[in-house]
């Protein structure tokens, strides 16, 4: 269990305005579940990084910029927008891909946010118990916690353990609450919109022309998809982001494909891709030309969830 140094305890001469100012610190200590761990948090973080664009998006929609001293993993996979560039304008990045455990502890963090296949691997060097030693606190994303232990499903509210559980840590519960219940407003708006018929079935293509990368029963895009008023092809698939044979695509023939969009190959060369192929001629998304692309952002946990189901029921149900 991660515990930072305790913050000097409050006298009573301290003022009203110095009070205010201390605010933050004031809800401390703090326990979040992270995975199958508890962790303990006596002070907000001060020396904070992050991995991977989705996860450095949830930091920065808390306004938690000043509290970090870079991100991780985003460049080396092409995954900065124009949005994502400004905001990240300030930090450094420290690894272009998964960093090392040396370039954690040489960046001098107390925290990183990451998670299974999001920064760190089964058994790899870095994890929190190799990063624990050396004072670093990991907070691990709820959607990845399936590569470690078992999940009944996956759920946009996922996404709000998240961000709620990071606003308690570092203070800004508040801002954290405003953001959800934004979030959710959105969401019960989208689902008046969504016919009551037969879900959609929708297949997500990644990446990959041998074998296709897709999102599986514990990948967020089953629930941005089914929030849509869809249903995953691959729902029974028990994993999250994995790999899957093109023969069970073609037989379970999807109405819909959403590309995602990131690396070297671009959206419009996947989708070109499963144009041109033969074997996929007869599916449903093919003959009638019904491709949505999202970008990774949108695809992953963060954010970006909200208005990429949106963007998801329109393109469902548009016509």
Same mark, same amino acid.
Not at 252 to 262: D, G, L, M, S
């Given at each position: 269990?991660?515990?930072?140094?305790?913050?000097?305890?409050?006298?009573?001469?301290?003022?009203?305005?110095?009070?205010?100012?201390?605010?933050?610190?004031?809800?401390?200590?703090?326990?979040?579940?992270?995975? %199958?761990?508890?962790?303990?948090?006596?002070?907000?973080?001060?020396?904070?990084?992050?991995?991977?664009?989705?996860?450095?998006?949830?930091?920065?929609?808390?306004?938690?910029? =000043?509290?970090?001293?870079?991100?991780? $993993? /985003?460049?080396?996979?092409?995954?900065?927008?124009?949005?994502?560039?400004?905001?990240?304008?300030?930090?450094?990045?420290?690894?272009?891909?998964?960093?090392?455990?040396?370039?954690?502890?040489?960046?001098?963090?107390?925290?990183?946010?990451?998670?299974?296949?999001?920064?760190?691997?089964?058994? $790899?060097?870095?994890?929190?118990?190799?990063?624990?030693?050396? $004072?670093?606190?990991? !907070?691990?994303?709820?959607?990845?916690?399936?590569?470690?232990?078992?999940? #009944?499903?996956?759920?946009? =509210?996922?996404?709000?353990? %998240? /961000? &709620?559980?990071?606003?308690? /840590?570092? $203070? @800004? =519960?508040?801002?954290? #609450?405003?953001?959800?219940?934004?979030?959710?407003? @959105?969401?019960? #708006?989208?689902?008046?919109?969504?016919? =009551?018929?037969?879900?959609? &079935?929708?297949?997500? !293509? %990644?990446?990959?022309?041998?074998?296709?990368?897709?999102?599986?029963?514990?990948?967020?895009?089953?629930?941005?998809?089914?929030?849509?008023?869809? &249903?995953?092809?691959?729902?029974?698939?028990?994993?999250?982001?994995?790999?899957?044979?093109?023969?069970?695509?073609?037989?379970?023939?999807? @109405?819909?494909?959403?590309?995602?969009?990131?690396?070297?190959?671009?959206? @419009?060369?996947? /989708?070109?891709?499963?144009?041109?192929?033969?074997?996929?001629?007869?599916?449903?998304?093919?003959?009638?030309?019904?491709?949505?692309?999202?970008? !990774?952002?949108?695809?992953?946990?963060?954010?970006?969830?909200?208005?990429?189901?949106?963007?998801?029921?329109?393109?469902?149900?548009?016509?």
């Amino acid at each position: 269990m991660k515990h930072v140094p305790l913050t000097p305890t409050l006298t009573p001469t301290l003022t009203l305005a110095a009070l205010a100012l201390a605010g933050p610190a004031l809800a401390h200590p703090v326990t979040v579940q992270s995975c %199958d761990r508890e962790i303990t948090f006596d002070a907000p973080p001060e020396r904070a990084a992050s991995n991977d664009v989705n996860l450095t998006e949830m930091m920065l929609v808390l306004g938690l910029t =000043d509290r970090m001293v870079g991100y991780t $993993g /985003i460049s080396g996979w092409n995954k900065l927008d124009a949005e994502m560039r400004a905001g990240v304008a300030e930090l450094p990045e420290l690894s272009e891909r998964y960093p090392s455990r040396e370039v954690l502890i040489g960046a001098d963090l107390d925290f990183w946010f990451a998670g299974w296949n999001y920064g760190m691997r089964v058994g $790899g060097e870095v994890t929190p118990e190799t990063l624990a030693p050396f $004072g670093i606190a990991v !907070y691990e994303l709820t959607e990845s916690c399936i590569h470690i232990m078992d999940r #009944e499903r996956v759920a946009i =509210d996922d996404m709000f353990t %998240d /961000i &709620r559980n990071l606003g308690a /840590i570092f $203070g @800004e =519960d508040a801002r954290a #609450e405003e953001l959800i219940a934004g979030w959710q407003a @959105e969401l019960d #708006e989208i689902a008046e919109t969504i016919p =009551d018929t037969d879900p959609l &079935r929708v297949f997500v !293509y %990644d990446s990959g022309e041998d074998t296709p990368f897709t999102a599986g029963r514990f990948a967020m895009p089953t629930a941005m998809i089914e929030a849509a008023g869809g &249903r995953n092809i691959m729902d029974d698939v028990d994993s999250s982001w994995t790999r899957v044979a093109w023969e069970p695509v073609v037989e379970r023939n999807p @109405e819909v494909v959403i590309i995602v969009n990131y690396g070297e190959v671009t959206a @419009e060369q996947k /989708i070109d891709f499963m144009r041109s192929n033969p074997a996929f001629a007869g599916i449903d998304a093919v003959v009638n030309d019904r491709f949505v692309v999202l970008e !990774y952002v949108e695809a992953t946990p963060g954010p970006r969830n909200i208005r990429a189901i949106r963007a998801l029921a329109d393109a469902f149900w548009q016509d």
